[in-house]
């Protein structure tokens, strides 16, 4: 059972940076992806990024390409999600997430293992 803990989050200005951290209980499979997923208040859980187990694969939202980055520490068993040029709309608590698989998917269905979330407010 994989345990996922998110920090990072907080209250900033449209325009700032924050790196959100999910930090795992332990070292997942080979054949495994992360993912960050975001929800704000009356909307479904949307994907963000995701990783696959190596780091060498990475996939964005079209709403965030360009301004995150998601990375990981396989010695920390840290993903991170570093979030640029913050917009109003980024405004949502922010979930990791794991999935064992070979296939990597964006639903937030095919995904096992979550955090509590992080929120993370942008003001205008």
């Known amino acids: 059972q994989v345990q996922l803990v998110e920090s990072g989050g907080g209250l900033v200005q449209a325009g700032a940076s924050l790196r959100l951290s999910c930090a795992a209980s332990?070292?997942?499979?080979?054949?495994?992806?992360t993912g960050w997923f975001r929800q704000a208040p009356g909307k479904e859980r949307e994907f963000v990024a995701r990783?696959?187990?190596?780091?060498?694969?990475?996939y964005y939202a079209d709403s965030v390409k360009g301004r995150f980055t998601i990375s990981r520490d396989n010695a920390k068993n840290t993903v991170y999600l570093q979030m640029n040029s913050l917009k109003p709309e980024d405004t949502a608590v922010y979930y990791c997430?794991?999935?064992?698989?070979?296939?990597?998917?964006?639903?937030?269905?095919?995904?096992?293992?979550w955090g509590h979330g992080t929120q993370v407010t942008v003001s205008s």
């Open positions: 997430a794991v999935r064992i698989a070979f296939i990597p998917t964006t639903r937030p269905t095919d995904y096992a293992y």
């Open positions: 332990e070292s997942t499979f080979s054949n495994s992806f």
């Open positions: 990783i696959n187990r190596s780091g060498g694969n990475t």
